[in-house]
């Protein structure tokens, strides 16, 4: 393997940790969360960004989990007032062409907004092309945590493709991969809407805000950095 293939996978494998641990933290995971917080890890990774980025509520030893987990709950678990649905068929600009029933409390029958609508069946139709199941998300294909699982377990194959580590047959080529990323990528945009009203509604400690920006920051830079390789 050559110095460009190292560089190539050390990037893939880099980036397959970050999202990881995004679609962990969108998961409700506040361990992994909470250390990445006191390791000062989103931080780190901001100054690699070309935008500047408020993450000091992301840059903390003293974190409550128990706290953490509470308004994880109330943000993306319970309904109410603070509730930010973490999937993409949620924040769609246009009502699915079929009808779904859902007995998910914001849901309008023929508006925007239902659980398991068209951007799911879409994202679910990509993950088919790589036999992708999520586990992230309780499963949910347009999932926050699941898209970032997704993007974590292209990166990771990325890497082991090009350094020759991967134990399967090698069925697509990193290159391949690198392609499905970005078509990923350019799925994300709901994350615009997700993150701003994640800004409206996480103002007490304003972690998880925190957390949605950096998140929306890093997967457009990821976008612009997979064109330019």
């Known amino acids: 393997m050559d110095a460009h293939d190292r560089d190539r996978a050390a990037f893939a494998r880099a980036r397959s940790r970050v999202y990881g641990l995004l679609a962990a933290a969108f998961d409700g995971d506040v361990d992994a969360l909470a250390d990445a917080m006191a390791e000062d890890a989103f931080g780190r990774l901001a100054g690699h960004l070309p935008v500047?980025?408020?993450?000091?509520?992301?840059?903390?030893?003293?974190?409550?989990?128990?706290?953490?987990?509470?308004g994880y709950d109330n943000l993306f678990v319970v309904p109410g007032p603070h509730y930010v649905p973490p999937f993409a068929s949620a924040h769609a600009a246009e009502p699915s062409a079929e009808q779904f029933e859902s007995d998910s409390p914001y849901h309008q029958e023929g508006a925007a907004g239902e659980l398991l609508g068209d951007p799911a069946a879409e994202i679910a139709r990509v993950y088919d092309r790589?036999?992708?199941r999520p586990e992230r998300g309780d499963g949910i294909p347009?999932?926050?945590?699941?898209?970032?699982?997704?993007?974590?377990?292209?990166?990771?194959?990325?890497?082991?493709?090009?350094?020759?580590?991967?134990?399967?047959?090698?069925?697509?080529a990193a290159a391949d991969l690198r392609e499905?990323?970005?078509e990923t990528l350019s799925r994300l945009g709901w994350l615009d809407a997700f993150d701003e009203t994640l800004q409206e509604r996480d103002r007490a400690e304003g972690v998880f805000a925190a957390l949605s920006r950096f998140a929306r920051s890093f997967a457009a830079w990821d976008a612009r950095e997979l064109d330019a390789r």
Do not use: C, K
């Open 52 to 70: 500047d980025l408020e993450v000091d509520a992301l840059a903390r030893d003293d974190v409550d989990a128990e706290a953490l987990s509470v």
């Open 130 to 132: 790589v036999g992708f």
């Open 142 to 172: 347009d999932h926050v945590a699941a898209e970032f699982e997704f993007l974590s377990a292209l990166a990771a194959r990325e890497a082991r493709l090009t350094e020759q580590t991967d134990p399967a047959p090698p069925d697509v």
């Open 180 to 182: 499905l990323q970005a």
